[in-house]
Antibody
């Protein structure tokens, strides 16, 4: 299983961030499977953002729910995360993660550092 | 929201020593649904333990997890040089997934 994040490395405050996770080694149409996003500000702890399941059920961190949208394209093996109204505090490495069983993550992408600055 | 607290913040030990890391939850974690990850500088986290005590595939048996309810422990029986890293716990007993702040294990 491999996952790879792609998207801008620099966004301006108030802009919308769109990140794409392209994966291989599994299908997001398989029962029980999910793909999520987790971020990590520099030198800080991990924070779960969102999760999308094989049946298109979606879950979001309550503190960020109003700003997040997660979608999937099963035919392309991609999951897209959008985050609106970006702020410098959103500067972080964003990881795409694979959920194969319950809500823990045994495969991670390499992460992509997104900096929010004018 | 279940808040996870990890202690100590930093653990300074020598290779060969035993490391004991704590993760405490603000409320009971359903079904002991707790995992441990290891993260080295510049790398993504790696899953070590799931369901509080089950080792993930390929994880050496010097890593063990224990605990239940609100108190969980990760033990590294004999530290190898590659074990010096930051360790995070995460609970999945509720729909809001939360992580602890991490424990750094560094070389004394």
């Amino acid at each position: 299983i491999t996952l790879r994040e792609s998207g801008p490395t620099l966004v301006k405050p108030t802009q919308t961030l769109t990140l794409t996770c392209t994966f291989s080694g599994f299908s997001l149409s398989t029962s029980g499977v999910g793909v999520g996003w987790i971020r990590q500000p520099p030198g800080k702890a991990l924070e779960w953002l969102a999760l999308i399941y094989w049946d298109d059920d979606k879950r979001y961190s309550p503190s960020l729910k109003s700003r997040l949208t997660i979608t999937k394209d099963t035919s392309k093996n991609q999951v897209v995360l959008t985050m609106t109204n970006m702020d410098p505090v959103d500067t972080a490495t964003y990881y795409c993660v694979y959920r194969g069983g319950l809500n823990w993550f045994d495969s991670w992408g390499q992460g992509t550092l997104v900096t929010v600055s004018s | 929201e279940i808040v996870l607290t990890q202690s100590p913040g930093t653990l300074s030990l020598s290779p060969g020593e035993r490391a004991t890391l704590s993760c405490r939850a603000s409320q009971s974690v359903n079904n002991n649904y707790l995992v441990w990850y290891q993260q080295k500088p510049g790398q993504a986290p790696r899953l070590l333990i799931y369901d509080a005590s089950s080792r993930a595939t390929g994880i050496p048996d010097r890593f063990s997890g224990s605990g239940s309810g609100t108190d969980f422990t990760l033990t590294i029986s004999r530290l190898e040089p590659e074990d010096f890293a930051v360790y995070y716990c995460q609970q999945y007993g509720s729909s809001l997934l939360t992580f602890g702040p991490g424990t750094k294990v560094d070389i004394k």
